[in-house]
């Protein structure tokens, strides 16, 4: 016969609730201190410091190297807090100020902000128009700033409005104004083609001369022919004629959201300085910011008797020495 006594149901019972209280709470415990191994920061009193992220960097890569450089302890957690507040695969290249006082949650929400320092990449052959929208794109700029690049960081010189901002990748401060963007941009420009202004020099040609012809080749030629390109536009020159550079009448009509329209016939008819169907001898300045080898192609054009030239579907170059001649080319390649 069984006996139930009410005292040993009240003291399993206590036993039993302080063993799952026990349980909870170790549990608890456990889940706060894993949680702020993995996620919380790695030390309050740290200072941030300048990290920066190479552009096309994954998610997953930008955590590991993070994490690896000892700013926080999991390159899980930041990920998945990467994850939750970006959509992106990769995060933007530059440098962001972080530190080992930062926890996951603040880590992710700085590198998925644009950056302090950001990575702008230029290409060669672009107008200074284009290169402002480049750069309020990868700054953040205002509509006054992209206004002040256009108008006055880029007027220090009538000759030199265009063709000295030197093509390439710079890592440039969000903070930066646009006048010393432009100054950088044409320091970095006079850097690289020194050796080149100095050839130019002893070649006794004008240093705008060069600039303002490389840019039209750059807009003209092939990838491969540009130095006879060079050799073909210099022929005009020196024989007195109009460049007729579709290129020019495409700087002449360009406008926002289209700098470089596909020229007409009428357009052969704008009354415009850069026209150069029209005037004779080249532009009042370049047209675009030149690539290295268009101002070598220049300085070392292909020796030719050439004066017209076309390109065909394929791109490749046909080059005669009278009209009937490219009137031929004409018919044979693009008709």
């Known amino acids: 016969m069984s006996y139930f006594s009410p ?10 609730f302080l063993t799952s209280g026990a349980v909870v709470i170790f549990l608890l415990l456990t889940g706060l201190v894993s949680y702020s191994r993995f996620f919380g ?3 309050t009193q740290a200072v941030p410091a300048e990290f920066v992220i190479q552009p096309g960097t994954s998610i997953q890569e930008a955590a590991q190297l993070v994490a690896a450089s000892g700013v926080t302890r999991s390159s899980w957690a930041l990920r ?5 507040d970006s959509e992106r695969a990769d995060i933007r290249g530059g440098g962001y100020s972080i530190g080992k006082n930062m926890d996951v949650w603040t880590l992710a929400k700085v590198l998925t902000d644009p950056p302090a320092i950001a990575f702008v990449t230029f290409p060669p052959g672009i107008r200074k128009e284009q290169i402002g929208a480049i750069l ?4 953040n700029w205002s509509a006054a700033q992209e206004k002040e690049w256009i108008t006055v960081a880029t007027n220090p010189d009538p000759n030199f409005v265009e063709g000295v901002y030197y093509p390439d990748t710079y890592l440039i401060p969000s903070d930066q104004s646009p006048t010393q963007i432009a ?3 044409r320091g970095r420009f006079t850097d690289v083609f020194a050796p080149y202004a100095k ?11 060069v600039l303002t012809l490389a840019s039209i080749v750059d807009r003209e030629a092939s990838k491969d022919d540009k130095a006879l390109v060079a050799g073909i536009l210099w022929n ?3 024989n007195g004629m109009r460049l ?3 290129a020019t009448l495409q700087y002449a009509k360009g406008t926002e959201g289209n700098w470089w329209p596909q020229p007409t016939s009428a357009d052969k008819y704008v009354n415009s300085p850069f026209n150069t169907y029209k005037h004779a001898g080249l532009p009042p300045h370049p047209i675009n910011n030149p690539s290295l080898s268009s101002i070598n192609a220049v300085l070392h054009p292909v020796t030719t008797d050439c004066i017209f030239y076309l390109h065909d579907n394929d791109h490749q170059i046909h080059c005669s020495l009278t009209y009937a001649g490219q009137v031929r080319n004409v018919d044979r390649y693009l008709r």
């Open 7 to 16: 005292r040993s149901y009240v003291r399993t019972w206590k036993r039993t």
């Open 80 to 84: 998945v807090a990467l994850l939750k």
């Open 244 to 246: 007729q550079a579709d």
């Open 183 to 185: 100054a950088r941009m």
């Open 41 to 43: 920061a790695v030390d």
């Open 199 to 209: 050839e130019a020099q002893r070649q006794n040609i004008p240093w705008v001369k």
């Open 236 to 238: 005009r020159l020196e």
């Open 136 to 139: 309020a794109d990868e700054l």
